[in-house]
């Protein structure tokens, strides 16, 4: 009995696999990948310019200056630096696409017009003029490898057009090369007779100059969505495709089988380009109008970073020497990361450097000493200085229509809310209500007291910025709806009618007065872009 009373019945200590790690001395860890990335720094590029970043595009010969497509002109920046030099392509109306020639010799752009212009980018001087485009010529490239004298074109009138740029004369043309806009295209990295475009009618077509005379296309992939841009990958057997919220990688030696889907934005992938990388690996980079652009590593098929900007993103474009990345945004901030030394970005002691910011990692809590008194204290004590004070969370006060809403009582939720006469709240009943399909029925088992409380706010918020559309919409379908009440509800409902009915001819006629001055002042703004 003894021996039974004297067992230890727990160990001693511990078992080590139950503690909880220890945070004493912990770093925070990183990937290769994003530490490769943290070593750009970011900055925003002093450019002036106000309208959306169309298009960005490096020069493959150096010093490799960067053209910047927004407004009508293109901006040539020899300098990336704080004060950045840079002169100015002149075009007749809104610039698309500027692309270098292999050697950086020479650069061509399209315009809002169909006009495809080629210019010297040592003096800015304009040496060819190409027009054959009936509408915008929104994609215009030089070929990768040897023909200097070779460029194609394609546009919103469906039209590709393969140049030679000395006679100013097609060498291949192909008429409804596609059955929508054509806003997206590359050159192949192997063959300067090999051509993509992208489309809005969903299609990817390959073109072989020497196949047909160029009139047919080799390859025809369907992507699923509007394609907004399209990239040879470096061996020239990939193709990417961008459209919707969804980047493909496909085979185009094996006929176009799709080989991997990239679905991570969240909007519209505006722009794709590759990226050299350490030890000489490629990415291929993304970046949409949800703010975010992705890098992907398409030899693992596995997204490997991701930075995040305060912007919708446009364009984007890498240095061929791989130590500056350009994203442009749609209003007209062009964002730099220059590579840097490592030891240039680590900042003070305790502070680390994101791709946007920097942030102080916060020192290690003091341990507290639990003795008596600490255990003692009442309520009413007061914290002393270090103490670390918890306030408790405040109860949120919920307004009458929210209580109704959980309740799921939504025609009392709607009538409470119009009671109150805020047009923010009873906009947010409304979707709420729109959310849970149950607006309608809410409409129809209104009585008469109750609509005219409802047209009463209808009539004086249906022109109200930003809900515009889904007041006016709605406003039309309780007319439809409750045509029969409202005829018999007596004057208080016909008043409300006639009040909707003023303010939408008011709006009209401000809308048509807008038009007539925007078309005043269009014409000013293309002088002064020019």
Not at 253 to 262: C, T, W, Y
Request: proline share 6%; net charge positive.
């Amino acid at each position: 009995m003894a021996d039974e009373a004297n067992r230890q019945l727990f160990p001693t200590q511990p078992a080590s696999h139950l503690l909880p790690p220890s945070r004493t001395n912990k770093t925070l860890s990183t990937t290769p990948e994003s530490s490769y990335w943290r070593t750009f720094r970011s900055s925003i590029l002093p450019s002036n310019l106000h309208l959306p970043i169309t298009s960005l595009a490096f020069s493959p010969s150096s010093p490799f200056p960067l053209a910047v497509a927004s407004s009508t002109s293109i901006r040539l920046f020899s300098s990336l630096s704080t004060e950045p030099s840079f002169s100015t392509l002149s075009l007749p109306d809104l610039a698309y696409s500027p692309s270098f020639r292999c050697d950086g010799g020479l650069i061509a752009a399209g315009c809002e017009t169909g006009l495809v212009r080629v210019f010297n980018p040592a003096n800015s001087t304009s040496l060819r003029s190409l027009k054959t485009h009936s509408r915008a010529s929104r994609v215009v490239k030089f070929p990768l490898l040897h023909h200097k004298l070779r460029l194609f074109s394609a546009g919103d009138d469906a039209q590709l057009i393969q140049w030679d740029v000395p006679s100013e004369t097609p060498l291949v043309t192909v008429p409804g090369a596609h059955r929508d806009y054509i806003r997206a295209g590359a050159p192949s990295p192997v063959s300067d007779d090999v051509f993509a475009t992208g489309s809005y009618d969903h299609t990817v077509k390959i073109w072989d100059a020497r196949v047909d005379s160029g009139a047919s296309s080799v390859l025809s992939i369907n992507h699923g969505a509007p394609v907004e841009s399209v990239l040879f990958l470096p061996s020239g057997g990939l193709l990417a495709t961008a459209g919707g919220n969804t980047v493909k990688i496909w085979d185009v030696i094996a006929g176009g089988k799709a080989v991997h889907s990239v679905e991570t934005h969240n909007k519209t992938v505006t722009g794709l380009t590759l990226a050299k990388v350490r030890d000489g690996e490629t990415r291929l980079l993304s970046v949409s109008i949800d703010g975010y652009l992705k890098s992907f590593d398409f030899s693992r098929l596995k997204i490997t970073h991701s930075m995040r900007y305060p912007a919708q993103l446009l364009s984007v474009a890498f240095s061929p020497t791989g130590t500056i990345r350009v994203v442009g945004t749609n209003n007209g901030v062009i964002y730099t990361g220059i590579k840097t030394k490592k030891d240039e970005l680590e900042g003070e002691k305790g502070q680390v450097r994101s791709d946007e910011f920097v942030w102080s990692v916060p020192e290690p809590m003091p341990v507290l000493r639990k003795n008596k008194r600490y255990f003692s204290r009442g309520q009413s004590e007061k914290p002393s200085e270090g103490d670390f004070v918890i306030k408790r969370r405040e109860k949120v006060k919920l307004k009458e229509h929210d209580k109704l809403l959980r309740k799921f009582m939504h025609k009392d939720a709607l009538v409470s809310v119009l009671k109150t006469k805020r047009s923010t709240s009873i906009i947010a009943v409304l979707e709420e209500l729109v959310a849970r399909k149950k607006l309608i029925k809410c409409i129809l088992n209104l009585d008469i007291d109750e609509l005219g409380l409802f047209l009463s706010f209808i009539s004086k918020n249906a022109t109200l910025p930003g809900c515009a559309r889904f007041l006016m919409d709605l406003a039309k379908r309780v007319l439809e709806i409750r045509a029969e009440d409202i005829e018999s509800g007596g004057d208080e409902l016909a008043v409300h009618v006639r009040n909707l009915r003023r303010m939408v001819v008011q709006e009209i006629q401000i809308q048509r007065s807008l038009l007539e001055i925007q078309g005043m002042i269009s014409p000013l703004l293309a002088i002064a872009g020019k």
